[in-house]
């Protein structure tokens, strides 16, 4: 590495130390401002960066073509770190024509692990970036270091100050940090339905609560019931119940005392722009095409992800993981002699990977958005409508629902192992970088090889139960089509019963992607099967079904179903799509429904935030799982007609869009706090505002009560359920974005839209 001389001296540093307000502040790096040499330390820079002193800045260029940020790194060694010492990183930064940083406070060997982290495009004008941050760890060896790897060309890269402040106090919580205490879904209410807010308070006795209209005239008014201590969110709360409120209207507030509640509206129609939105993340989310910046709104154009252009490597051409690899990940020397073109599909979370088993749930619940109106809206479901979002396809003659399925549908048939190879037939599991890409990145600048890993049994029926899915709703609008979707199918399934037992391995997550582990397939088969007899009703796909443990088995749980258990989403199918399955089946899978439901409103009726999600802990995507138990429930609403649940499902909703233990809406943009700084690669606005925001209609997994990233197991050790989350995209155990929670979100949103 190539050594700079530090510039500083100890006037400076005396200065600096009085310019502190508190004289527990204390810089830590000798010249913030560069204003003159000094021997006091050293910055260093790697030998592909060429630096300059000046008075004022330390600048030079930075050479271009490097893969990695940290290929490209000026430093400054010989800091020390405490563990729960609070820090201030601060930095004004520029660049020429511009170019990616990364300034983080780190331990200076193996692993790295950082501490507190700034990340920025730079840009010509100067920048001036805080970071306040605990160390979770003591590291008696700690640097700063600013990577700035990763452009494509030259750039001149400038640092005009750095400083490094320790004896931070913790910046004290003011009354617009604080959720109010009276909880409500931020949105809206339906006026024919179930209408509830929860208040925090620990005095037992009633109090008076008070309905106010956007004028702030009085609506009406009424008595608390304290529910005393809620043990998923360990508040003592109370309900207030206002459903006799009817008129549709904004702006209305609930009153308790000093206390008033975020506003609200009271619409029969508002769920349809959450529809539009919910589905239009889709599109934002897709790999292998242009993202106009008409149709996705501003920001949010983008040049096509991995299609094979420099400096991405891209999906065109995909060889499977080397042997090396393959022994490690799965225990064998694994690999392929093929290549295939993989473009396409959706990315499915913060990162670029795409997975097989999450887009197969995830295409077909947006198929199930689709089907569902088709047999439960009386034909009159704007689910129909080709025009419903803006997308390229619009105006094609086909919905854009199945529109865009159709994208991802094509990338889980292009997964298939060829004829005349080894597993021929079966669908790969997933395809991701070779390593995890580090962000904030957009999609086209990604430049980790892209590697195809083994073909799974569960990743093969998950192609065999969207396809056959797939097959025939797309019937009526592209008959080649659906045939070929049927045929996919077809040949997954028997590629399946060849290979029943070729499951996905847990990895740790060390290989650049997901694992997505699953060694048990009979829900798959069970799915699939399913699938296949609704679309050509050949009672051998039936007798398939018959014979799974999960035909008369348990199959919902009250942490709802995923793409590691769609056993459930196969018993809805058979009981909501009409078919010619005999009358004693149709009447026992939906009995198993309309029990399942039963039991979701049972529990609904012990939380005292209205949802229907009651395990013991809260799962990764714990939002995701109540709303697949909303769906259950729907769809007894459904097979019924009974109003209990769909009123069961309108006030769970109130969960998602605000009425819980933080007073967030964890749909963004809708309400008034909702999360908005999901863990993202590409929508990095939070960490880097040259970045898109998340959009409109992304939801966020939610609580976690696992804490699997750092930054959750320091912010929220001892959390109740309900509280483990925090909008922070370092929190991606929390905080993620993801295609199979997005797909349920749309579903239960056209379902409120659509009911009377």
């Given at each position: 590495?190539?050594?700079?001389?530090?510039?500083t001296g100890?006037?400076?540093?005396?200065?600096?130390?009085?310019?502190?307000?508190?004289?527990?502040f204390?810089?830590?790096l000798?010249d913030?401002?560069?204003?003159?040499?000094?021997?006091?330390?050293?910055?260093?820079?790697?030998?592909?960066?060429k630096?300059?002193?000046?008075?004022?800045?330390?600048?030079?260029?930075?050479?271009g073509?490097?893969?990695?940020?940290?290929?490209?790194?000026?430093?400054?060694?010989?800091?020390v770190?405490?563990k729960?010492?609070?820090?201030?990183?601060?930095?004004?930064?520029?660049?020429?024509?511009?170019?990616?940083?990364?300034?983080?406070?780190?331990?200076?060997?193996?692993?790295?692990?950082a501490?507190?982290e700034?990340?920025r495009?730079?840009?010509?004008?100067?920048?001036?970036l805080?970071?306040?941050?605990?160390a979770?760890?003591?590291?008696?060896k700690a640097q700063?270091?600013?990577?700035?790897?990763?452009a494509d060309?030259?750039?001149r890269?400038?640092?005009?100050?750095?400083?490094l402040?320790?004896?931070?106090?913790p910046?004290a919580?003011?009354?617009?940090?604080?959720?109010?205490?009276?909880?409500?879904?931020?949105?809206?209410y339906?006026?024919?339905?179930?209408?509830?807010?929860?208040?925090?308070?620990?005095?037992k006795?009633?109090?008076e609560?008070?309905?106010?209209?956007a004028?702030?005239a009085?609506?009406?008014?009424?008595?608390?019931?304290?529910?005393?201590?809620?043990?998923?969110?360990?508040?003592?709360v109370?309900?207030?119940?206002?459903?006799?409120?009817?008129?549709?209207?904004?702006?209305y507030?609930?009153?308790?005392?000093?206390?008033?509640?975020p506003?609200f509206?009271?619409?029969?129609?508002a769920y349809?722009?959450?529809?539009?939105?919910?589905?239009?993340?889709?599109?934002?989310?897709?790999?292998g095409?242009?993202?106009?910046?008409?149709?996705?709104?501003?920001g949010?154009g983008?040049?096509?992800?991995?299609?094979?252009?420099?400096?991405?490597?891209?999906?065109?051409?995909?060889?499977?993981?080397?042997?090396?690899?393959a022994?490690?990940?799965?225990?064998?020397a694994?690999?392929c002699?093929?290549?295939?073109?993989?473009?396409?599909?959706?990315y499915?979370?913060?990162?670029?990977?795409?997975?097989?088993?999450?887009?197969?749930?995830?295409?077909a619940?947006?198929?199930?958005?689709?089907?569902?109106?088709?047999h439960?809206?009386?034909?009159?479901?704007?689910?129909?409508?080709?025009?419903?979002?803006?997308?390229?396809?619009?105006?094609?003659?086909?919905?854009?629902?199945?529109?865009?399925?159709?994208?991802?549908?094509?990338?889980?048939m292009?997964?298939?192992?060829?004829?005349g190879?080894?597993?021929?037939?079966?669908?790969?599991?997933?395809?991701?970088?070779?390593?995890?890409?580090?962000?904030?990145?957009?999609?086209?600048?990604?430049r980790?090889?892209?590697v195809?890993?083994?073909?799974?049994t569960a990743a093969?029926l998950?192609?065999?139960?969207?396809?056959?899915?797939?097959?025939?709703?797309?019937?009526?609008?592209?008959?080649?089509?659906s045939?070929k979707?049927?045929?996919?199918?077809?040949?997954?399934?028997?590629?399946?019963?060849?290979?029943?037992?070729?499951?996905?391995?847990?990895?740790?997550g060390?290989?650049?992607?997901?694992?997505?582990?699953?060694?048990?397939?009979?829900?798959?088969?069970?799915?699939?099967?399913?699938?296949?007899?609704?679309?050509?009703?050949?009672?051998?796909?039936?007798?398939?079904?018959k014979?799974?443990?999960?035909?008369?088995?348990?199959?919902?749980?009250?942490?709802?179903?995923?793409?590691?258990?769609v056993?459930?989403?196969g018993?809805?199918?058979?009981?909501?799509?009409?078919s010619?399955?005999?009358?004693?089946?149709?009447?026992?899978v939906?009995?198993?429904v309309?029990?399942?439901?039963?039991?979701?409103?049972?529990?609904?009726?012990?939380?005292?935030?209205?949802?229907?999600?009651?395990?013991e802990?809260?799962?990764?995507?714990?939002?995701?799982?109540?709303?697949?138990?909303?769906?259950v429930?729907?769809t007894?609403?459904?097979?019924?007609?009974?109003?209990?649940?769909?009123?069961?499902?309108?006030?769970?909703?109130?969960?998602i869009?605000?009425?819980?233990?933080?007073g967030i809406?964890?749909?963004?943009?809708?309400g008034?706090?909702?999360?908005?700084?999901?863990?993202s690669?590409?929508?990095?606005?939070?960490?880097d505002?040259s970045y898109?925001?998340?959009?409109?209609?992304?939801?966020?997994?939610?609580?976690?009560?696992?804490?699997?990233?750092?930054?959750?197991?320091?912010?929220?050790k001892?959390?109740?359920?309900q509280?483990?989350?925090?909008?922070?995209?370092?929190?991606?155990?929390?905080?993620?974005?993801?295609?199979?929670?997005?797909?349920?979100?749309?579903?239960?949103?056209s379902?409120l839209a659509?009911?009377?």
């Amino acid at each position: 590495m190539t050594h700079l001389r530090a510039m500083t001296g100890l006037l400076a540093l005396l200065a600096a130390s009085a310019m502190s307000s508190s004289a527990a502040f204390s810089e830590m790096l000798p010249d913030p401002g560069f204003g003159q040499p000094t021997l006091a330390g050293e910055w260093w820079a790697t030998p592909n960066i060429k630096f300059e002193y000046k008075p004022g800045a330390l600048c030079g260029m930075v050479a271009g073509g490097t893969a990695q940020p940290w290929d490209a790194i000026l430093g400054f060694n010989g800091l020390v770190l405490k563990k729960g010492e609070r820090y201030r990183l601060s930095v004004t930064v520029s660049g020429d024509p511009g170019g990616p940083m990364r300034a983080l406070a780190q331990k200076a060997a193996e692993p790295w692990t950082a501490e507190g982290e700034i990340a920025r495009a730079v840009s010509a004008g100067k920048q001036t970036l805080n970071e306040d941050f605990t160390a979770a760890e003591t590291h008696a060896k700690a640097q700063l270091v600013f990577q700035l790897g990763g452009a494509d060309a030259p750039w001149r890269f400038c640092l005009h100050s750095a400083s490094l402040q320790t004896g931070q106090e913790p910046a004290a919580e003011t009354a617009s940090d604080a959720p109010s205490a009276i909880r409500v879904n931020q949105y809206a209410y339906f006026p024919k339905g179930p209408k509830h807010a929860t208040l925090v308070r620990k005095d037992k006795g009633r109090v008076e609560w008070r309905l106010l209209s956007a004028s702030s005239a009085q609506v009406a008014s009424g008595w608390s019931k304290s529910q005393g201590r809620n043990a998923s969110s360990g508040l003592d709360v109370h309900i207030i119940d206002f459903s006799g409120v009817r008129k549709p209207g904004e702006g209305y507030r609930l009153v308790v005392g000093d206390d008033t509640s975020p506003p609200f509206s009271i619409s029969a129609t508002a769920y349809d722009a959450l529809r539009a939105d919910a589905l239009g993340y889709f599109y934002k989310v897709r790999s292998g095409i242009e993202i106009r910046e008409d149709l996705a709104g501003k920001g949010y154009g983008r040049p096509a992800g991995h299609l094979g252009k420099a400096p991405n490597r891209g999906d065109t051409s995909v060889g499977c993981v080397d042997t090396r690899t393959a022994r490690k990940v799965y225990g064998e020397a694994w690999s392929c002699g093929y290549r295939l073109n993989v473009a396409g599909g959706w990315y499915d979370a913060g990162d670029f990977g795409k997975y097989v088993v999450n887009g197969g749930i995830a295409a077909a619940q947006l198929l199930g958005v689709y089907e569902r109106a088709l047999h439960y809206s009386g034909g009159a479901s704007p689910a129909f409508a080709d025009g419903l979002v803006r997308i390229p396809e619009a105006g094609n003659g086909i919905p854009d629902i199945l529109d865009e399925a159709r994208w991802e549908l094509d990338f889980l048939m292009s997964m298939t192992v060829p004829d005349g190879e080894p597993h021929a037939g079966m669908a790969h599991h997933k395809v991701h970088g070779n390593r995890w890409t580090v962000g904030p990145i957009l999609p086209h600048r990604d430049r980790e090889l892209r590697v195809l890993h083994r073909p799974s049994t569960a990743a093969t029926l998950n192609l065999a139960a969207a396809a056959a899915q797939g097959a025939r709703l797309f019937a009526r609008y592209d008959k080649p089509y659906s045939e070929k979707l049927l045929a996919a199918a077809v040949r997954a399934y028997q590629a399946a019963e060849a290979n029943p037992a070729l499951y996905a391995p847990y990895t740790d997550g060390s290989f650049g992607g997901g694992d997505y582990q699953d060694d048990d397939v009979s829900d798959e088969f069970y799915w699939a099967a399913a699938e296949l007899y609704l679309s050509t009703g050949d009672v051998a796909w039936l007798e398939r079904a018959k014979a799974s443990p999960h035909w008369s088995g348990p199959v919902f749980q009250r942490d709802g179903f995923s793409w590691r258990s769609v056993a459930a989403l196969g018993r809805l199918q058979l009981a909501s799509v009409p078919s010619k399955l005999p009358k004693r089946d149709l009447k026992a899978v939906q009995v198993s429904v309309r029990d399942a439901a039963e039991s979701y409103l049972k529990d609904q009726r012990k939380e005292a935030f209205g949802f229907m999600y009651r395990p013991e802990k809260f799962g990764w995507g714990s939002n995701q799982s109540l709303i697949q138990n909303m769906i259950v429930v729907a769809t007894a609403y459904d097979i019924t007609g009974d109003k209990r649940y769909l009123q069961a499902v309108r006030e769970s909703m109130d969960y998602i869009l605000g009425r819980n233990a933080l007073g967030i809406s964890y749909v963004t943009g809708y309400g008034t706090t909702y999360a908005q700084r999901q863990y993202s690669n590409m929508f990095a606005a939070s960490t880097d505002p040259s970045y898109p925001a998340v959009p409109k209609g992304a939801l966020a997994g939610g609580p976690n009560s696992g804490l699997a990233d750092d930054y959750a197991i320091r912010k929220l050790k001892g959390c109740a359920p309900q509280a483990c989350y925090v909008d922070d995209a370092r929190s991606y155990s929390t905080n993620e974005i993801a295609i199979n929670w997005n797909a349920p979100l749309t579903w239960i949103a056209s379902f409120l839209a659509d009911a009377p």
